[in-house]
């Protein structure tokens, strides 16, 4: 059995790059609690990419985007799941788990697309557009996805869509993720006005700064980004996507055009990469602490809990995007 400092010890290894030293011992102590509470409770944590480095390399069990927590959600082999990440996350996980226990450590842990849309938003948009499917992104509370045809991510989107063989589709919230999906397939979608609070602040002036002041630097863009913002950028997609685009084309110099986390995440990995960072911060995401994490499985908190009959036609919204 290792000692705490030399397991800590190891876990620095890992993310030195990206913590200052002077940082570490106020995580060392909250990590080692963690490990222990983990097996205590036979719990995993699942941790979204945009989640600090010392949550998502050194006491996350699982890590990725929506996709995938979604899918790994699913065959996780434990009683309890902590979800460090935002509370339509942790809906998710809990749709596709509901003999666990679900944990979310804030439940201020929010997110603007999310609240930019209720069900009975959905149930007018259906009066408005017969017949015409309901597309939804997997940013949203489980009450929306119960009122929808089919979830999608920002990795599946497009595929989703074309999957439903209609000639229009209803998407939404997210409207600029609409309007680039809507760019790249004939199937004509009607959006609706939410925006991510973070990529939504992105410009094309940002990316010709960029290129201006860091000659060569390829640009990557989240589908949540503004169009004109992903049409100035070298490549756009998922927060997975634009992992393996760095893992597989090791650019020189690569800025991602998404949140802060992502790239000290991606960085630990990629020594060779020079990574530029004009990042937004969302503050949402960053209500998720080690602290909180310890607390929440010291103190089992906060549960997440759905209403059964949301919860059953939610998890088919899903169930139905996890089948394409
Ligand atoms: S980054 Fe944007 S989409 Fe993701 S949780 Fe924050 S506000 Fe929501």
């Not at 609690?33 to 995993?44: E, G, H, M, S, T």
């Not at 911060?281 to 994490?293: E, F, G, Q, S």
Request: proline residues 6%.
């Amino acid at each position: 059995m290792l000692n705490t400092s030399a397991r800590t010890a190891m876990l620095y290894d890992r993310v030195r790059r990206v913590i200052p030293p002077i940082e570490w011992p106020a995580f060392a102590d909250d990590i080692d609690a963690i490990l222990d509470l983990k097996q205590q409770r036979n719990a995993v944590i699942l941790a979204h990419n945009y989640q600090t480095p010392e949550i998502f390399h050194c006491v996350a069990d699982i890590v990725g985007d929506s996709l995938a927590l979604a899918r790994k959600a699913m065959s996780v082999d434990a009683d309890v799941i902590v979800l460090a990440g935002v509370h339509f996350m942790a809906e998710t996980a809990k749709l596709l788990n509901p003999q666990k226990t679900v944990l979310i450590p804030d439940l201020g842990a929010g997110c603007s697309l999310a609240d930019s849309i209720t069900a009975e938003d959905i149930r007018l948009l259906r009066q408005r557009y017969p017949r015409v499917p309901v597309v939804t992104y997997v940013n949203t509370s489980a009450a929306v996805k119960a009122e929808s045809d089919i979830c999608c991510t920002s990795g599946n989107a497009k595929a989703v869509v074309e999957s439903l063989g209609v000639p229009r589709v209803i998407m939404l919230p997210d409207e600029y993720l609409a309007q680039n999906i809507a760019a790249q397939t004939a199937v004509e979608i009607i959006a609706w006005k939410g925006h991510c609070e973070v990529h939504e602040r992105f410009t094309p002036a940002d990316i010709r700064q960029l290129r201006e002041d860091h000659p060569g630097v390829t640009v990557l863009a989240h589908p949540e980004c503004p169009p004109e913002v992903v049409a100035e950028a070298d490549f756009s997609g998922s927060t997975a996507a634009m992992s393996d685009y760095v893992g597989q084309q090791k650019p020189s110099r690569v800025v991602l055009m998404t949140e802060c986390s992502m790239s000290d995440n991606v960085a630990v990995e990629h020594a060779e990469v020079e990574f530029i960072r004009p990042c937004n911060l969302c503050p949402h995401m960053k209500r998720i602490t080690l602290a909180n994490i310890r607390t929440a499985l010291e103190q089992n908190r906060h549960v997440v809990t759905i209403d059964p009959e949301i919860a059953g036609h939610a998890r088919l919204a899903v169930e139905r995007m996890l089948a394409v």
